[in-house]
């Protein structure tokens, strides 16, 4: 049972391994405040276009329409993602806090609509349980929007850049 | 650098991994967790179908409790032997054989005219048990071997994530084919049951192809080799000999102890999922054939995710604070889980749940509120507790023996409801009642285990003393109280069907039925 066994890699996998590696240094730096900004009102601009579009009836002409919607919305979704995770890093903080910004919203928009919170005036109470409960994520966005970066390394330069710091 | 970064900095050292390996193990999660999650529509799907199929073929709650029963009793011992046989065949390849098997089941029952009769159906679906049972063994043994021990506990609650979303796929896709709907040329009508054990078959299948071509067993195959440290065995491979993983796993006291916790898990996690559409018709007065009410379908796509969020929090406290050691979470979740559904019992008890709109809120919140503590103890105990004793090696077994009491506990917890239910015609504060004893008696195991690890052998002997006296009072005082009832029961069905057979006489063109269930 302690016998060191030499376990053989597939092409496939070795291909998945290059683009894991790929997909993770794309990660791994830092973007100030007013590059983060333009980026995400790009986002905006497009996510603000799919909804048009969708509300218009535009994607339905033709199911290739529909296809192509999705596709820029995923990468819309996934650059949100890694703009968000880096602009962490430029703070200093973990871009693991993408979580603690995306879940809460998400859940107040799922909740919103499962329980038509926003058809019922009667419910206007739980617009303010949701805001509270939005209220460490809210905080979290305004300092991505707001917030100056780390003057210097802060330990999310990226591993290429410690390696590089080692060796001088 | 300021003295923190710095720290930090120092930090992310010591934890790095090889370049890639976060990426390439959040892909391997992804598929391992996404075909477990398509395990469960074809296995979640058949609460949907109860109400159709007890409209169909007039089987009662009892019947349906009892299905599920048997479904439970075949998981259970499916678990023990595919955790066995996972062991030496590997992980990936168990997942892949309980994939193509449960979707030929699946199929099975969406297309046989002859599963009217309650044996053919009980036999295959016991079948279809048996073969999901290959799906948790697999999935725990591959994952033990991508993660460290202060690393399983959240990804064991993101895992409850992958299973949950299962859930909610089929709770959200069942009343979609419930009302009916029109692809193409093919068209299904409103209340066609069948149709929920022949669509969810076409998405496992397209899920374990990727599968097949993405998953590795372990790092080392993925181009990984010595990323993850395991404490049991760190030699390369993932494979061992059955007698060799038969004999570790059964001789570990720590198995038996989070063994029995589960097997509450269990009692009490089916019971909320299994009979709650039950409950909603039965208690809350709602539609669950053709035209579920919004308030039904938004209960059991928040249950899920609630779930999933105490499931990670868990994972993370046991991982962060408690250095990988599950059983004081679990410990603390059973007993808080008792105090809920013991409330939820008494405010049943007083007519508080019904159908009006406060007893609604209110018999959705414990719904929800059960849930979260139920899946909690289900992430630590049953997927985390068994990584850490068995490795990569052994999880498999570990996870089915663990497992496999869960499902044990399920298949009694469902045959005492069932019939307590059932005699009592319809008091759900027995279903309440019976998960708050499990929950309990979860929190005694721990608590004993708790005590055994500290050293304090002679408390923690004393602690499974007293829930064998649990076990002693609980035959004595329900046995008598269960038969009682089911005399006063069978009085009324004499009573009902004697008033039948009078309006019958009486006029004998306006035929009655009665219905053996009340």
């Known amino acids: 049972m302690t016998t060191d066994l030499v376990v053989a890699v597939s092409p496939l996998q070795q291909k998945l391994k290059r683009f894991c590696i790929w997909i993770e240094t794309k990660f791994e730096c830092r973007i100030a405040r007013a590059t983060f900004a333009a980026r995400m009102a790009l986002v905006a601009v497009a996510f603000g276009a799919l909804h048009a579009a969708r509300a218009r009836g535009y994607l339905d002409v033709h199911w290739l329409l529909g296809l192509a919607a999705w596709l820029v919305f995923g990468w819309a979704a996934f650059w949100t993602l890694l703009q968000i995770v880096r602009r962490f890093h430029d703070l200093g903080r973990t871009g693991g806090l993408f979580w603690a910004v995306a879940i809460p919203f998400w859940a107040s928009w799922r909740i919103v609509e499962l329980f038509h919170v926003g058809d019922k005036p009667e419910r206007g109470w739980a617009w303010i349980v949701l805001v509270l409960f939005c209220a460490w994520s809210i905080g979290l966005t305004l300092q991505l929007f707001l917030r100056r970066g780390t003057d210097g390394p802060n330990g999310y330069d990226g591993r290429e850049f410690y390696k590089n710091m080692e060796i001088r | ?518």
């Open chain 2, 1 to 518: 650098m300021t003295i923190a970064p710095q720290a930090k900095s120092e930090w992310k050292d010591a934890h790095v991994h090889p370049p890639g390996f976060r990426a390439r193990r959040g892909l391997n999660w992804f598929t391992v967790g996404l075909l477990y999650s398509m395990y469960y529509m074809c296995r979640y799907n058949f609460r949907f179908a109860g109400p159709g199929m007890r409209a169909e073929f007039g089987w009662d709650a009892q019947q349906i409790a009892d299905l599920a029963g048997w479904f439970s009793l075949a998981y259970g011992t499916g678990q023990l032997i595919n955790g066995l046989f996972c062991d030496r065949i590997g992980g990936r390849a168990t997942m892949l054989i309980g994939a193509i098997g449960t979707i030929i089941l699946n199929l099975i029952i969406g297309f046989s005219p002859s599963i009217s009769t309650f044996s053919a159906f009980a036999m295959l679906w016991m079948v279809n048990g048996y073969l999901q049972a290959a799906g948790a063994p697999g999935m725990v043994k591959t994952n033990a071997a991508w993660f460290n021990r202060d690393e399983r506990g959240v990804f064991a609650g993101i895992f409850g994530f992958m299973i949950q979303s299962g859930q909610t796929m089929i709770s959200l896709l069942a009343p979609f084919i419930l009302n009916g709907f029109t692809f193409l040329a093919f068209v299904a009508g409103p209340g066609e049951w069948r149709m929920l054990f022949t669509l969810p078959p076409i998405g496992v299948g397209l899920v374990a192809v990727c599968f097949y071509f993405i998953s590795s067993p372990s790092p080392d195959e993925a181009g990984y080799p010595k990323a993850i440290h395991d404490d049991v065995d760190n030699s390369a491979g993932t494979t061992v000999r059955v007698l060799d993983s038969f004999k570790f796993i059964f001789l570990n006291p720590l198995v038996w102890f989070y063994a029995v916790a589960y097997a509450c898990t269990g009692a009490v996690r089916h019971a909320s999922d299994q009979l709650a559409p039950l409950y909603f018709e039965d208690v809350l007065g709602f539609n669950m054939k053709t035209n579920m009410p919004e308030i039904a379908v938004g209960t059991l796509a928040l249950i899920p995710m609630v779930a999933v969020a105490g499931s990670v929090f868990s994972g993370w406290v046991s991982d962060r604070f408690f250095h990988g050691n599950r059983y004081p979470v679990a410990m603390v979740l059973y007993y808080v889980e008792s105090v809920v559904i013991a409330t939820a019992a008494t405010v049943m008890s007083l007519h508080l749940i019904g159908p009006t709109a406060g007893g609604i809120l209110l018999g959705c919140l414990f719904l929800v509120l059960i849930a979260i503590t139920a899946n909690s103890t289900h992430s630590v105990v049953g997927a985390a507790a068994p990584m850490d004793i068995g490795g990569k090696k052994m999880a498999g077994f570990a996870a089915g023996v663990i497992d496999s009491f869960q499902y044990y506990g399920a298949a009694i917890g469902l045959f005492i409801t069932g019939r307590m239910l059932s005699v009592s015609e319809g008091n759900y504060a027995y279903w309440f009642g019976i998960m708050t004893c499990f929950a309990f008696f979860g929190g005694c195991a721990m608590l004993s285990l708790l005590l055994r690890q500290k050293g304090r052998q002679a408390a923690s002997r004393g602690v499974l003393a007293f829930m064998v006296l649990l076990i002693v009072a609980a035959i004595g005082l329900g046995i008598p109280k269960y038969r009682q009832q089911k005399a006063i029961h069978e009085i009324h069905v004499a009573a009902e069907e004697a008033a039948a057979a009078a309006e019958e006489a009486a006029n004998p063109t306006a035929a009655t039925v009665v219905n053996p269930a009340k």
